[in-house]
C-alpha cells in the first residue's frame, strides 16, 4: 500500500512539473484569408491547435490535410484548429488555391514570419505546431511534420480533464 501511495505521490508530482512548467503564447493579431483580423486571444476558453506552415514546405502540404480531418474529428468539443501561414507577401496568392484544391476547412491566418516562429518558440521550424490549453498556456511544441496521434493524444487528455500524467511538452519530428 505504501508503495502505491508513493508511485501515485510521484506521478502527481511529474503532472505538476509539467503542468508548471507550461508557458503563456506572446499576442498574436493576424488576418485571415478573408482579410478579416483575427486574435489568438479571441480563442481563449478554448483548446487550440496552432500550427505553422507555408505553401513551399513540403511536409507542411502533407500534414495540413490531416489537421483538416482532425479538426472534422473534434468538431463540438471545444477545440478550435488555426493553421498559421508564414508565406511571404510574395507567396499569399498561392494559399487559397492550395486550401480549395485540397479541400482543407480549416481558420488559415496569413501574416506569420520567422520572426513570428521565434517569438512562439519554434525556432525557424515548419510544419511546428502548439497546442494550448483554455487558458492559453503551451501544453505541446511539435517541432516538425505532427503525427495525428501526437495531437490526438494531447487533446484527449486535455478534453478527459488531465486524468493520466501530463503528455511530453516537446516532441522533435524532423
Not at 489568438?40 to 502540404?61: K, Y
Not at 478550435?80 to 476547412?105: C, N, T, W
Not at 517569438?119 to 483554455?134: A, K, N, Q
Amino acid at each position: 500500500m505504501k508503495k502505491l501511495i508513493a508511485i501515485a505521490l510521484c506521478m502527481a508530482c511529474i503532472c505538476v512539473t509539467r503542468i508548471a512548467d507550461a508557458k503563456s503564447v506572446p499576442s498574436l493579431v493576424l488576418k485571415d484569408t478573408a482579410g478579416h483580423s483575427q486574435k489568438l486571444s479571441g480563442l481563449h476558453g478554448q483548446i487550440v491547435v496552432l500550427s505553422f506552415w507555408a505553401t513551399w514546405c513540403a511536409p507542411c502540404r502533407e500534414e495540413l490535410p490531416r489537421l483538416s480531418k482532425l479538426s472534422e474529428e473534434f468538431a463540438g468539443r471545444n477545440v478550435h484548429f488555426v493553421a498559421v501561414s508564414i508565406d511571404d507577401a510574395k507567396d499569399r496568392g498561392k494559399i487559397e488555391p492550395y486550401l480549395m484544391k485540397q479541400d482543407i476547412h480549416l481558420d488559415v491566418w496569413v501574416g506569420g514570419s520567422a520572426e513570428l516562429l521565434g517569438r512562439f518558440g519554434m525556432g525557424d521550424i515548419v510544419p511546428g505546431t502548439l497546442i494550448l490549453d483554455e487558458q492559453g498556456q503551451v501544453i505541446t511544441r511539435i517541432m516538425g511534420e505532427a503525427k495525428d496521434e501526437d495531437i490526438r493524444s494531447r487533446l484527449d487528455w486535455l478534453l478527459n480533464g488531465r486524468q493520466d500524467p501530463a503528455p511530453e511538452q516537446m516532441l522533435k519530428r524532423y
